[in-house]
């Protein structure tokens, strides 16, 4: 009898959540109950059930929180999604992503409100996430996209690029190195 019981209980489709929602909760007490019926003197086994913890609420929005050298930056931004551009690669940050600390490179960063983007470009600096769904973002230069010319951006990079070929030092070369990598990656962000 206490096979049947537990065939049936056990052959019905559930799936487990961690929202210990009722009808978790009543398959699981009724299976206790059935099971304290058939062997009084036995405990009944823990169900999974009994493991889950339930989740806490999740953010539903990100907030972002911005320094850099050259502003002010913001704080306590809403928004729903935030693309930086990590050494590791493009890295999308949304609600309740795990805690993680990530080094940017020269780049765009994309703050997505609903269907509004807001885009900066980022000179270097460090994403910090926190796991209750807020973002810092440390930034040695940050500057949004719409107050960059194009034009002197792509005059700058000539001239560094030429400094670059140029250069007799190793210092010379570093430094137009560094301006040249800079320079492509925020022309490349303003074609975006």
């Not at 009724?30 to 913890?53: G, H, S």
């Not at 704080?75 to 930086?84: G, R």
């Not at 270097?124 to 949004?144: K, R």
Request: net charge negative; no cysteine.
């Amino acid at each position: 009898m206490l096979h049947r019981v537990t065939v049936r209980l056990l052959s019905r489709r559930h799936t487990f959540s961690t929202s210990g929602g009722p009808t978790e909760q009543a398959a699981d007490d009724l299976f206790t109950a059935a099971w304290r019926r058939i062997v009084p003197n036995l405990d009944p086994p823990k169900t999974p059930l009994a493991f889950v913890q339930p989740r806490p609420s999740m953010a539903s929005k990100l907030t972002i929180n911005m320094v850099s050298q050259s502003s002010s930056g913001f704080s306590n931004k809403q928004a729903d999604l935030v693309i930086v551009p990590a050494t590791t690669g493009q890295m999308g940050i949304l609600p309740g992503h795990v805690s993680s600390i990530s080094e940017l490179k020269p780049g765009l960063l994309s703050i997505h409100e609903g269907n509004e983007v807001t885009n900066y470009f980022v000179s270097s600096g460090f994403a910090f996430v926190h796991s209750n769904s807020v973002t810092d973002i440390i930034a040695v230069e940050a500057v949004p996209t719409k107050q960059v010319d194009p034009s002197s951006v792509q005059k700058a990079l000539a001239e560094y690029t030429q400094k670059l070929n140029t250069a007799s030092t190793d210092m010379e070369k570093a430094e137009a190195q560094v301006a040249v990598d800079v320079l492509s990656a925020l022309n490349s962000s303003l074609s975006e």
